[in-house]
């Protein structure tokens, strides 16, 4: 049983990775393909959520009729070519095909997987090997979003969390509508006023 629930946490993993990855690729995707902010959303969302919903349900009844490791299997391998498909998509139209491709592939990896595991779990370990899997789904998260934070933070991209609440605030009393603040990212040419800790320009003008 534990070797069963190692497997499937590494297929949780790797399920969250290649559903999340286009989240730090987006910039890189619409620079190299000439893909609008609409058309990653709808990639992202849209495409994926609809297959994975409607393949979801005929593969959870087929998981009862089939071998469901084979399925589980099967899923991870379809849709992890899907995303190397992706990854040599030449338009919007090859992403679409990729993307769509990795919804019906995870498809059949979620309920196979919940079905595998309530059938080789004992009664008194089924809850915390749910959890298990939950956890591994988190590590897929993680392994996508901390990278995409590095690069958020770097000089010349969109600028963090933790940097926009250390940009310099309007002056105590000031009317809030008698400001205009503008926050731009800072790079060595064209930003030499910028704040050494933040990287932002703060601009007040009055109205």
Do not use: C
């Not at 391998?77 to 998509?89: I, K, N, P, R, Y």
């Not at 010349?156 to 940009?167: C, E, K, N, Y």
């Amino acid at each position: 049983m534990r070797y069963a629930l190692g497997l499937l946490v590494v297929v949780y993993v790797f399920n969250f990775i290649d559903r999340n990855i286009l989240s730090i690729l987006a910039e890189d995707i619409k620079r190299d393909l000439g893909v609008t902010d609409a058309e990653m959303g709808f990639l992202y969302g849209t495409v994926f959520a609809v297959f994975y919903a409607v393949f979801g349900i005929p593969l959870a009844r087929f998981a009862d009729a089939w071998v469901r490791r084979s399925l589980i299997a099967a899923g991870l391998l379809f849709w992890s070519l899907m995303t190397a498909v992706g990854g040599v998509a030449m338009n919007f139209t090859h992403l679409f095909l990729a993307r769509m491709g990795v919804g019906i592939g995870e498809a059949a990896g979620s309920s196979p997987s919940v079905a595998l595991l309530s059938d080789t779990a004992p009664l008194a370990w089924r809850t915390r090997a749910l959890a298990s899997i939950t956890v591994g789904a988190l590590f897929g998260i993680a392994a996508v979003e901390v990278p995409g934070h590095e690069e958020a933070a770097q000089p010349g991209t969109v600028p963090s969390v933790a940097q926009v609440l250390d940009a310099p605030s309007p002056a105590p009393g000031a009317p809030v509508d008698a400001f205009e603040v503008d926050f731009e990212v800072a790079t060595e040419d064209d930003a030499p006023d910028a704040t050494p800790d933040t990287g932002l320009v703060y601009t007040a003008d009055a109205a």
